[in-house]
């Protein structure tokens, strides 16, 4: 099981993006899918989650401004990011709580992907 991250960049201030995180595998289920971020010399912080019904839950500084959205048939999660300021700058990383592999259950549990930069100029 892999989680691949995709979709960072240089932008300006104001511009948008839209990441997006791949698992791979002979996956059947993946109870919530979120997204951290990380700036230099900061610890990684919760960016938004969602869970497998849709449910989502969004940090303060995310909220009305990023949105994140999962497609389970390609057990993929995506967030868009819109209004971005130069404090968005991090590395953003996704994270699956827990991943449900057939034919042989089995379960992995907090899976990272690596890792994608996100650059805000001003």
């Known amino acids: 099981v892999q989680l691949q991250a995709s979709g960072g960049g240089l932008v300006q201030s104001g511009g948008s993006l839209r990441l997006s995180c791949a698992a791979t595998?002979?996956?059947?289920?993946?109870?919530?899918m979120a997204w951290y971020r990380q700036a230099p010399g900061k610890q990684r912080e919760l960016v938004a989650a969602?869970?497998?019904?849709?449910?989502?839950n969004y940090a303060e500084f995310a909220k009305g401004r990023f949105t994140i959205s999962r497609d389970n048939a390609k057990s993929t999660v995506y967030l868009q990011m819109n209004s971005l300021k130069p404090e968005d700058t991090a590395v953003y990383y996704c994270?699956?709580?827990?991943?449900?592999?057939?034919?042989?259950?089995?379960?992995?549990?907090?899976?990272w992907g690596q890792g994608t930069q996100v650059t805000v100029s001003s």
């Open positions: 994270n699956a709580d827990r991943i449900g592999t057939a034919p042989k259950l089995k379960y992995y549990y907090d899976q």
């Open positions: 595998g002979n996956i059947f289920s993946i109870n919530v």
């Open positions: 969602i869970a497998e019904g849709g449910s989502t």
